[in-house]
């Protein structure tokens, strides 16, 4: 494995520091759920900062949903669920003032710890966890409707299991910290479930998210994993002595929506006739649609002139007619914000590689569709 495939994305910096959180919020009940005989003060500090954790938990994921989401539904619902869990948590450190906890921490009942929850705190808490759980089917739901090649079948599997259990899990922890103080029994042993639950969802819904391209690229920030698992493919058109034609494509990309060559070489010449031949060819960026596929997928392209010392047209000059462009599922166009930064990216392979036969190379056309996906996300 290269050393490039060892580097940590912002997007598994996420995942690990939640699943952290989520073994920390587990472990911290066990003194209160077990009545172990430890320092009482020891007890309710270690349970105080299993619940900041698990509060933080809800909250970033809510952020990941707002991250993710390009409905402004969705969106507004993930800030309530922020809000929610913030208040939730000033009234947890308001209380950490009174001895026993007056509106929402713990206290000893019959020689037993059980959690106290007041009528506000549990509506806050309420309110943060129905609106995250909104939030996330919601994200799902949008996670659907992306095309088979864009999100598999098996990752939509685990995220319904993943999101099932997380529902478990809260309306077990909403049970345990509304149940009245006389039923300790119970409550600790639906508290103990909900935190077993939850870390098992937390568990299934990110390994889903490691393996799933369009989150490490809108968290992560890098374009590498969709080039690399062909969900977004790259292709190079040149008019060369046998007319307009790849020059290369990628395999991947090609291999996951079985592209014949008809199609290929249909979309190679609509490519440069849309950037115009003979003396109506311009250098600028543009974008159109890629034909002959079931997907709706766009064509996100530059064109521009390069140095070819084999082209046997005197006309050109040695300079032919090229145009490169990133095939991009329709779905995913709303990540692409900056598309005049192509010409950029170009300018520098351009500089890099000054003929065709070093430009046309496999590695350097996909290091450069990767470089042009990072700039325009």
Same mark, same amino acid.
């Given at each position: ?18 699943? %952290? ?15 172990? !005989? ?20 809800? %909250? ?39 001895? !026993? ?5 713990? =206290? ?6 059980? !959690? ?5 705190? =549990? ?56 149940? !009245? ?21 937390? %568990? ?174």
């Amino acid at each position: 494995m290269s050393a490039r495939n060892l580097v940590l994305t912002r997007g598994h910096v996420i995942v690990i520091i939640m699943i %952290s959180l989520g073994i920390f919020w587990t472990v911290s009940g066990i003194p209160w759920l077990f009545n172990l !005989p430890l320092n009482e003060t020891f007890v309710i500090t270690f349970s105080n900062l299993g619940v900041f954790a698990a509060f933080l938990i809800m %909250s970033t994921w809510a952020y990941l949903n707002y991250q993710f989401s390009s409905r402004k539904r969705t969106q507004l619902i993930s800030i309530l669920s922020i809000v929610a869990n913030s208040i939730a948590i000033g009234i947890r450190i308001i209380d950490l003032r009174n001895a !026993p906890a007056k509106y929402y921490g713990l =206290a000893k009942v019959d020689g037993k710890w059980v !959690p106290i929850t007041d009528p506000i705190a =549990a509506f806050f808490v309420l309110t943060g966890i129905a609106t995250l759980l909104l939030s996330l089917f919601l994200v799902n739901r949008e996670l659907k409707r992306l095309p088979e090649y864009v999100y598999p079948r098996r990752l939509k599997t685990i995220n319904d299991v993943a999101f099932w259990l997380l529902v478990s899990a809260y309306i077990l922890n909403f049970i345990s910290l509304n149940l !009245p103080s006389g039923f300790p029994l119970l409550i600790q042993t639906f508290s103990l479930a909900s935190r077993l639950l939850v870390l098992a969802s937390l %568990s299934f819904y990110f390994t889903e998210l490691l393996h799933n391209p369009l989150f490490i690229t809108s968290i992560g920030g890098t374009g590498r994993h969709l080039i690399k698992k062909g969900v977004i493919g790259w292709g190079l058109i040149v008019f060369g002595n046998m007319g307009p034609q790849f020059s290369n494509v990628s395999e991947a990309w090609k291999v996951m929506l079985q592209l014949d060559q008809r199609t290929i070489m249909l979309n190679a010449s609509a490519l440069l006739i849309a950037a115009g031949l003979g003396d109506s060819f311009r250098e600028y960026e543009y974008i159109i649609p890629f034909q002959g596929v079931n997907s709706r997928i766009v064509s996100v392209c530059y064109s521009f002139r390069h140095y070819d010392p084999t082209c046997i047209d005197k006309r050109l000059e040695n300079r032919v007619p090229v145009v490169f462009g990133l095939f991009i599922p329709l779905t995913l166009m709303r990540m692409v914000s900056h598309i005049l930064r192509v010409e950029k990216v170009i300018a520098k392979y351009r500089a890099l590689h000054p003929t065709m036969q070093e430009l046309s190379r496999n590695d350097v056309l996909e290091e450069m569709a990767v470089a042009i996906l990072d700039a325009i996300i």
